[in-house]
C-alpha cells in the first residue's frame, strides 16, 4: 500500500507536534508532505528536516528567507504567505489534511481542503465557530471527509450510530460533552482576579498551546467546543450538556433514549484521537500507553458554575444566534492575546467579550468574505475596549 501523503497546519503547536509523533510510528502508512508554521522557522526547518518534508510553508513571509537558509542543503522547498498554506493544503498529492492552526488564522487554508475534498482532520475548532453553516455546506460539496481531533468530539464521534446523521430520529438524547474545569476550578472566586499567565497555562491534565490553556482555564474552550458540536453533529445547545470531569480520562459521552450511556475514555494525550482519525475506520498503535482503570480508582462529575465560568454562559448564548459566534471568537482572541501580554487581568476576559457582543450585533454572515468582514469588526472592537480599560 502507498503510504498517505500529509499536510500539517500548525505543525510546530502542541497538535502538530503530536500528530508528527504519531505519522513517524507508521512510515509504511504516512509521509509527510508539507509542514507549516506561522513565524517559528528554527522550529519548522528541524521538523522538515526531520520527517523529510517535501515542502516547508512559513505564513510570515519575513521569516522566510531565514527558512530557505537553514533548508538550503536539503530537498525541502520552502514556501511563504498565506496562499502558500492553501496551496499545500489543496495540492492533488495531498490525501490527509491536519488542520491544527490556533484561531481565525487557521479558517481559510482549512476550507482550501475542504473545497479541494480531502480527508481533513480539524482540530482548529475556530473554523466551524466562525463559519460553521458555510464550512460544512462546503463539507457536502466537495465529498470532502472530516474527522474531529478534539478529544471531546473524537469521543462523541466514536460513540455515536454509525449511520448517524442527526440527533433527531437517532436515539440520541443528549451530547454530553466533558470539562476538566481547569486550574481554577477549586480556586475562591475572588482570587481569580489576580491569576497570572503562568497559572493559566498551567493546566492539570493537558499538555497545551498558551492560548488554548487559557480558554481551558475561562471554560471559553468548552464553549467553542460547545458550537462547534452543534454543527459537527447536526444538534441544538439545547442538546449538549457541559459536564466537569476533574479527571480528563472520560472524553465525553452519548446518552440515548433507553437510557444507556456510552463514554469514551482513556489517557488524556491526543496522540489517541490522531491516532484514530488518521486511520479511520481502522485503528493504529498511537503511543499512548492504555489507561489503567485500578489507579485511576475513581471518576468525578459535577455540572459547571456559570459565575464563576461565564465564558461558557456566552457561548450558550451565542450558540446558532446569527454571527455571534463569529463575534465572540475574535472578542476572546483579542482579550487572551492582551491577558498574555498582561495588559488584561484575567476577569477582563470574560468582559471584554460581553461587551463586544452587545456592541457588534450582526445576522449570520451569507459568505466567507462577510464573515471575515464581522470577524474584523470585532477585533476592531475589541481592541477599542482594551484601550479604554
Not at 509504511?28 to 507549516?36: G, I, K, P
Not at 481554577?184 to 489576580?194: H, K, Q, S, V, Y
Not at 487559557?214 to 449538549?240: P, Q, Y
Request: charged fraction near 15%; charge should be negative.
Amino acid at each position: 500500500m502507498k503510504p498517505q501523503s500529509i499536510t500539517i497546519l500548525g505543525a510546530t503547536g502542541s497538535i502538530g507536534l503530536s500528530t508528527l509523533d504519531v505519522v513517524a510510528r507508521h512510515p509504511d502508512r504516512y509521509q509527510v508532505y508539507a509542514v507549516t508554521a506561522a513565524r517559528q522557522w528554527q522550529s519548522l526547518a528541524a521538523l522538515a528536516i526531520t520527517h523529510t518534508a517535501r515542502y516547508a510553508v512559513i505564513a510570515d513571509e519575513q521569516y522566510a528567507e531565514e527558512l530557505r537558509h537553514a533548508l538550503r542543503d536539503t530537498d525541502t522547498t520552502v514556501l511563504a504567505g498565506e496562499a502558500a498554506l492553501a496551496e499545500v493544503s489543496k495540492a492533488a498529492e495531498v490525501q490527509v489534511v491536519m488542520a491544527a492552526i490556533v484561531g481565525a488564522a487557521g479558517l481559510l487554508p482549512t476550507l482550501a481542503a475542504v473545497n479541494a475534498g480531502k480527508k481533513v482532520l480539524l482540530a482548529n475548532k475556530e473554523a466551524l465557530v466562525m463559519a460553521g453553516h458555510l464550512f460544512m455546506e462546503a463539507v457536502a460539496a466537495s465529498g470532502a471527509t472530516l474527522l474531529p481531533i478534539d478529544s471531546e468530539h473524537n469521543a462523541i464521534f466514536q460513540c455515536l450510530p454509525e449511520r448517524y446523521t442527526s440527533t433527531v430520529g437517532a436515539g440520541v438524547s443528549k451530547i454530553l460533552l466533558t470539562a476538566s474545569g481547569g486550574p481554577f476550578r477549586t480556586w475562591e472566586f475572588d482570587a481569580l482576579a489576580a491569576v497570572t499567565p503562568a497559572q493559566a497555562c498551567a493546566h492539570p491534565n493537558w499538555s497545551m498551546g498558551r492560548k488554548i490553556s487559557v480558554d481551558s482555564a475561562t471554560m471559553m474552550n468548552k464553549g467553542l467546543e460547545l458550537i462547534e458540536a452543534c454543527w459537527l453533529f447536526r444538534t441544538t445547545a439545547v442538546h449538549v450538556e457541559v459536564v466537569i470531569h476533574p479527571q480528563s480520562v472520560i472524553h465525553s459521552m452519548v446518552q440515548y433514549v433507553d437510557g444507556s450511556v456510552l463514554a469514551q475514555m482513556g489517557n488524556p494525550d491526543m496522540r489517541t484521537p490522531i491516532a484514530h482519525a488518521l486511520a479511520w475506520p481502522e485503528r493504529i498503535d498511537s503511543g499512548v500507553p492504555p489507561l489503567d482503570l485500578i489507579a485511576t480508582a475513581k471518576l468525578d462529575f459535577e455540572a459547571p458554575d456559570m459565575t464563576r465560568f461565564p465564558c461558557l454562559r456566552l457561548a450558550y448564548e451565542a450558540a446558532q444566534n446569527g454571527a455571534a459566534p463569529t463575534v465572540l471568537n475574535a472578542a476572546n482572541e483579542v482579550a487572551v492575546d492582551a491577558f498574555l501580554s498582561e495588559k488584561l487581568p484575567f476577569s477582563g476576559i470574560a468582559r471584554i467579550c460581553e461587551q463586544v457582543l452587545q456592541q457588534v450585533q450582526h445576522a449570520e454572515p451569507v459568505s466567507i468574505d462577510e464573515v471575515l468582514a464581522v470577524d474584523a469588526m470585532a477585533r476592531e472592537r475589541a481592541e477599542h475596549l482594551l484601550q479604554g480599560s
